[in-house]
């Protein structure tokens, strides 16, 4: 161990010598370093400019030098590969699970995967081109609080509108948006079922239920398919454009089911096969918002009498207004008036005359 002193002159050395830590890592292909330089650019990894085709700098928010021994209790697929321990790159990251998602896309080779039960903590290693092993751990932070809606949907009312097009498809998501809402505690007699005859009708009719009041939140189901024509685009447009503009005009929620596919077979797998039921989800997204909608209601009573209170202000100075106008009658009963009307009789008896 180091004395305190030996310590304390060690780094007011190092205040006055060092300047930056730069590691280098060595590859002998060039698709290597195109795999590395993709990889950790997917990362958070910030190229620095200055380097070649053969070269690339990367920065990280914090560089450490960690000097360590390995434990025993180190996987021995990890020890086998750090035989050169060189080899080895640790980094710290705030989700572990998105840096293991990309690693997976990019078919990276896992050595090693564990989760801590106390902390939550995760870390895994991976085999990267050129020889090199990356450990990766980190914790997934807390998100930040926020006012969200519930799935629930009972004492609630819905409206579906469905597109009688393409049935073979919209049905089948009829079925997932009735079935998401019966799990949420919606009742059958508060669902009401509209149908139309295609996506380009189906913002018409969700405005009408949406004006008449009687419902929580809409749900738009339809099926498009693309064909040898511009005609599926301006479909497509006017429909998305159509219902949102209703949603944000009526201020009742609106759910987009509509499927834009361009080959049958997509519509079937969305329509209850490997890619869900987008009815299902449809409905699900109406329940949430129709919730969001009452609880941010709920949170701002103090706008409601801020509201009311100017109501009365304004209804006060309302009520001065006629005092101020008798006086102007009472004012006006003197000789000047009685002038203007003189003036005025006048004026009518010359127009009879002529």
């Not at 995760?122 to 997934?140: C, K, N, Y």
């Not at 100017?310 to 009963?333: D, E, L, M, T, W």
Request: hydrophobic letters at 40%.
């Amino acid at each position: 161990m180091f004395s305190s002193a030996s310590v304390s002159l060690r780094l007011k050395r190092a205040e006055l010598m060092l300047k930056s830590l730069h590691i280098g890592r060595y590859v002998t292909k060039p698709e290597e370093l195109r795999a590395l330089t993709d990889f950790l650019e997917a990362i958070g990894f910030q190229q620095i400019a200055g380097g070649d085709h053969r070269s690339v700098v990367f920065s990280a928010p914090i560089g450490l030098l960690s000097l360590n021994a390995l434990p025993a209790e180190y996987p021995q697929q990890v020890l086998d590969h750090l035989k050169d321990v060189n080899r080895l790159i640790v980094l710290e990251v705030s989700n572990p699970d998105d840096v293991f998602a990309i690693a997976e896309t990019q078919k990276l080779k896992v050595l090693a995967d564990a989760a801590d039960p106390k902390t939550g903590e995760r870390s895994f290693s991976l085999a990267l081109p050129g020889e090199i092993i990356i450990t990766v751990h980190g914790q997934p932070g807390e998100p930040p609080a926020g006012v969200e809606g519930e799935l629930k949907a009972e004492g609630k009312r819905f409206a579906i509108v469905l597109s009688r097009f393409n049935a073979f498809i919209t049905e089948r998501l009829l079925q997932g948006a009735l079935d998401g809402l019966r799990r949420t505690g919606a009742r059958a007699e508060d669902i009401e079922i509209t149908r139309v005859p295609g996506s380009f009708e189906l913002p018409v009719a969700a405005r009408m239920q949406a004006k008449s009041g009687r419902f929580d939140a809409i749900v738009c189901l339809g099926c498009l398919l693309r064909g040898d024509t511009a005609h599926y685009d301006v479909i497509v447009n006017e429909c998305a454009r159509g219902i949102g503009q209703s949603a944000q005009e009526t201020g009742v929620p609106h759910a987009f089911g509509v499927l834009t596919c361009d080959t049958l077979e997509q519509a079937i797998d969305r329509a209850g096969l490997k890619m869900g039921n987008k009815g299902f989800e449809a409905a699900m997204a109406a329940v949430e918002m129709a919730s969001l909608k009452n609880v941010v209601s709920r949170k701002s009573p103090v706008d409601g009498k801020s509201r009311s209170s100017g109501r009365r202000q304004s209804s006060v100075v309302g009520r001065k207004k006629p005092v101020v106008g008798r006086r102007s009658s009472v004012v006006g009963k003197g000789p000047h008036r009685q002038r203007s009307g003189k003036s005025k009789a006048n004026k009518v008896t010359k127009k009879r005359s002529h």
